[in-house]
Nanobody, 119 residues
Framework: QVQLVESGGGLVQAGGSLRLSCAAS????????IGWFRQAPGKERDFVAA????????YYADSVKGRFTISRDNAENTVFLQMNSLKTEDTAVYFC????????????WGQGTQVTVSS
């Protein structure tokens, strides 16, 4: 089992920044990929970004490339999502997920954190 706890959501104006955190516990993370999905009201949950724990290699959705940065802190077992140049369309509940393979197969999830970007 992997437990994931998100934090850092909130309300920000368009053009602003937020940093989300995902604290992971329960298993050795070296074999895992950890990342973020988001779900806006009435829409499906979409991939945002992920990072391979062992190598630190990041992956991004096209919609956030150049604006969002995913990183990890090995000592704290925490993944961060730095979100810059936020747009109103980034408004969603952001979920941290983890799995042993590609993000579409994530089988561990946090409870989600709300990000609201106002115009």
């Amino acid at each position: 089992q992997v437990q994931l706890v998100e934090s850092g959501g909130g309300l920000v104006q368009a053009g602003g920044s937020l940093r989300l955190s995902c604290a992971a516990s329960g298993r050795t993370l070296s074999s895992y990929t950890i990342g973020w999905f988001r779900q806006a009201p009435g829409k499906e949950r979409d991939f945002v970004a992920a990072i391979r724990w062992s190598s630190g290699k990041p992956y991004y959705a096209d919609s956030v490339k150049g604006r969002f940065t995913i990183s990890r802190d090995n000592a704290e077992n925490t993944v961060f999502l730095q979100m810059n140049s936020l747009k109103t369309e980034d408004t969603a509940v952001y979920f941290c997920g983890a799995g042993l393979n590609v993000p579409s197969t994530f089988n561990y999830w946090g409870q989600g954190t709300q990000v609201t970007v106002s115009s």
